[in-house]
């Protein structure tokens, strides 16, 4: 299933997307997508609604240097266990909204990733457990101001601005994300070409680490980290991130 956030004439409502291309459907749940799903009986082409962000996560965990090439790029070690931050949830948006670039940096980077969405409320969750705690997956972009992550030494205020999380287009439900491919694009130009495969920590590793450092609620997400090839976005350009078996999520840049 692909569950999306979508807006329409009447308001807001999570939704599934049935079909491909001009004839896919957007049928509308009731209330939220967790569990065994209600549907309303609304429906509309996609073509008449607009993408949101498919969730909004209490907080959003990232994973740090978690492919060997794109450590060595910076010139840091590989970490032993997973390196983790905090972007607040005010830092997510949705397919096709601006990247704000703010003031403040003088060098923003994309950061193509691939999200995990946590399915239920867990705590010290196994490795040989984590697939049935995880509602599905979706697209991310870890925007990053780096010139103020080397100044600052920690890496929140990098992190952290609004608009600084992308993710979308959809959560996919169904699919192993053990070995996807990820390329990410700016205005056109593949700039990050790697695998999931290539993850240091793999996806069930993350589940258990987390989940023993603090409790994930429904909606949580989990980015799992970006490979080699990150680089800088300016006002006017656009990047674009594609997760094989997930779909794109595109969002241009512009300054704040």
């Given at each position: 299933?692909?569950?999306?956030?979508?807006?329409?004439?009447?308001?807001?409502?999570?939704?599934?997307?049935?079909?491909?291309?001009?004839?896919?459907?957007?049928?509308?749940?009731?209330?939220?997508?967790?569990?065994?799903?209600?549907?309303?009986?609304?429906?509309?082409?996609?073509?008449?609604?607009?993408?949101?962000?498919?969730?909004?996560?209490?907080?959003?965990?990232?994973?740090?240097?978690?492919?060997?090439?794109?450590?060595?790029?910076?010139?840091?070690?590989?970490?032993?266990?997973?390196?983790?931050?905090?972007?607040?949830?005010?830092?997510?948006?949705?397919?096709?909204?601006?990247?704000?670039?703010?003031?403040?940096?003088?060098?923003?980077?994309?950061?193509?990733?691939?999200?995990?969405?946590?399915?239920?409320?867990?705590?010290?969750?196994?490795?040989?457990?984590?697939?049935?705690?995880?509602?599905?997956?979706?697209?991310?972009?870890?925007?990053?101001?780096?010139?103020?992550?080397?100044?600052?030494?920690q890496w929140g205020r990098a992190k952290g601005f609004d608009t600084f999380c992308p993710l979308g287009p959809w959560i996919e439900t169904s699919i192993d994300a053990s070995d996807l491919a990820l390329r990410t694009e700016l205005n056109g130009?593949?700039?990050?070409?790697?695998?999931?495969?290539?993850?240091?920590?793999?996806?069930?590793?993350?589940?258990?680490?987390?989940?023993?450092?603090?409790?994930?609620?429904?909606?949580?997400?989990?980015?799992?980290?970006?490979?080699?090839?990150?680089?800088?976005?300016?006002?006017?350009?656009?990047?674009?991130?594609?997760?094989?078996?997930?779909?794109?999520?595109?969002?241009?840049?512009?300054?704040?």
């Amino acid at each position: 299933m692909r569950l999306a956030r979508i807006a329409h004439a009447g308001g807001v409502a999570f939704a599934s997307i049935e079909g491909e291309g001009d004839s896919a459907q957007v049928l509308e749940i009731a209330e939220h997508p967790f569990g065994n799903p209600n549907f309303t009986g609304k429906r509309w082409p996609l073509a008449d609604v607009r993408l949101l962000a498919p969730i909004l996560p209490s907080k959003v965990i990232a994973v740090g240097r978690n492919y060997a090439a794109h450590a060595a790029e910076f010139g840091n070690e590989v970490p032993t266990s997973p390196m983790i931050f905090l972007k607040p949830s005010t830092s997510v948006i949705g397919p096709n909204a601006a990247i704000k670039l703010p003031a403040e940096s003088q060098q923003v980077d994309y950061e193509g990733e691939l999200a995990v969405v946590i399915g239920q409320p867990i705590r010290n969750v196994p490795a040989s457990r984590a697939a049935s705690v995880i509602l599905g997956y979706t697209v991310a972009n870890d925007v990053s101001a780096r010139d103020l992550q080397r100044a600052d030494g920690q890496w929140g205020r990098a992190k952290g601005f609004d608009t600084f999380c992308p993710l979308g287009p959809w959560i996919e439900t169904s699919i192993d994300a053990s070995d996807l491919a990820l390329r990410t694009e700016l205005n056109g130009e593949v700039k990050q070409d790697s695998r999931t495969s290539l993850l240091i920590h793999k996806i069930p590793e993350l589940v258990e680490f987390i989940s023993g450092v603090m409790t994930l609620l429904p909606g949580d997400v989990i980015l799992t980290g970006t490979p080699a090839g990150v680089g800088p976005i300016v006002d006017g350009q656009q990047v674009s991130v594609t997760i094989e078996g997930i779909g794109t999520l595109t969002n241009p840049a512009q300054n704040a």
